[in-house]
Structure formats: C-alpha cells, structure tokens
C-alpha cells in the first residue's frame, strides 16, 4: 500500500499495513530537535502519508506596527507574544451597521493550484490536503471578541446567526476557488471544547454551528474531496453529530 493507501483504508473504517500519521509543529520546534539529535536526519524517517498543498489563509493580516498585525475582517491583534492575541476586535457592538465584510477574493491564493501540482508532482503517492483554518467560532470571536462571543450566543442569538450565515457565506466562496486545485481534502479548522466539554455546549452547538458546517462540508464533498477538521478541546458530547 502506498502512503495514500494506507489514509484512505482509515477514511473507509478499512484495514491498512501501517497505521497513517501526520506530524506537525512549529519550525522553533523542529529546530530544537535538529539540535538534539545534532543533524536533521531524523526528518527523512518520517513517512509522508498526509502532505500539504498549500491553502488559503483565513487569519490573513497586515502588520500595522512591529508588534501589531490587522487582519482582513478589521480586527488587531498582538503579535510579538505567544501565542499572539486579540487587542481590538472589529465590531464592539452587536451590530453590523456600517461594517463591510471582507470579499473572498481578498483572501484569494493565485498560487494554489500550482502549489498542488508540485506536491503531487514531489509526493505521487501521498494524501494531499488543502488547509483552510479559522472555522467560523473562532472566526466569530475574532471579530468580536471572546467574552462577547460567548455571551453573543445566548444575549444576541439573531445577530450571532446573522454573522455566522454571512461568515458561512463567505467560506462557501473560499471552497469554490478549491475547485480546479487538484488535492485529495480539504482541512478546516475551529476549537468548538476545552478542558471540560464544549464551549458552546451541545445544544447551541447542534444550533449554530452544525448546520453550518454541513453546508460547508457538503461544498467541499461536491468536489469530490475529503473534508478534514483539526478541533482543540473536549467534543465527546457532539462526537456522534461531528
């Protein structure tokens, strides 16, 4: 079996030769382990089952100062700290009156599709994936800031669904210029739990984000491509609905 294979029998619930894994860190990360093992030989053991292509940055932003960076949907954010954190979200108050979303094409990727090619050209025999971070929550809280974001639910639950449609919108466009980027899946990206479950709870979740995402991931199914989702957090309590 091929790297790629042995992915697809796990997607299929099939039996593989090897069990498929992806490692990824920080470069500082794998600087400190050139330095304990004193070369980078270490790198060529790992086995490429899951490559990256290349992708479209969700999170895409100018630097406004040395320490500050702002990003597309107008939020800043503090960047000289890790990890880096929101300073001044873009909307302060439940209301878009006045706000311009940020068009797709601004978060476009013109060297996508020949980035694609040349993973599949460097990695024939690996499982190819287009990353596409930032789902919607942390999109929200972005935007709006964490605590705002988490009472937004629950205080202003027809303003939350307003942005999360026009969001969900917008990742629909961003899926649409996927479509001619030759790559097995697509992965997304969103931290929905902590430590003790999620942070929506299972309710508002199954509420706001589920049917959401279904629309998301049926764009991308569309293409005949694979979804893949990172989570951070505890989700047992959605794990039959993820």
Not at 178 to 196: L, N, P, S, T, Y
Request: proline residues 6%.
């Amino acid at each position: 079996m091929t790297p790629r294979d042995s992915v697809l029998a796990q997607i299929r619930h099939e039996t593989s030769d090897r069990v498929p894994f992806t490692l990824y860190f920080e470069e500082c990360v794998g600087e400190r382990i050139d330095q304990y093992y004193g070369s980078s030989e270490w790198r060529d053991t790992l086995v490429p089952y899951i490559v990256s292509c290349g992708g479209i940055d969700r999170r895409r932003s100018d630097p406004v100062s040395e320490t500050h960076d702002r990003d597309l949907f107008g939020s800043l954010w503090r960047t000289d700290l890790r990890p880096f954190h929101l300073e001044e979200p873009a909307l302060k108050t439940p209301s878009l009156e006045g706000y311009d979303f940020p068009d797709a094409e601004a978060f476009a990727n013109p060297e996508l599709r020949l980035s694609a090619e040349r993973t599949r050209e460097k990695h024939p025999d690996s499982f190819t994936v287009i990353g596409m971070g930032w789902g919607l929550w942390e999109t929200y809280w972005g935007m709006r800031g964490f605590e705002e974001a988490m009472m937004d639910c629950v205080a202003e639950p027809e303003f939350f669904a307003q942005v999360l449609d026009r969001l969900t919108d917008l990742y629909l466009a961003q899926i649409a210029q996927c479509e001619d980027v030759d790559a097995d899946a697509i992965m997304f990206g969103d931290d929905w739990g902590e430590q003790r479950g999620g942070m929506l709870g299972p309710e508002r979740w199954r509420e706001f984000m589920k049917p959401r995402y279904a629309k998301i991931y049926e764009a991308a199914h569309a293409q005949g491509k694979f979804t893949i989702s990172h989570c951070c957090g505890s989700v047992a309590d959605i794990m039959p609905d993820i």
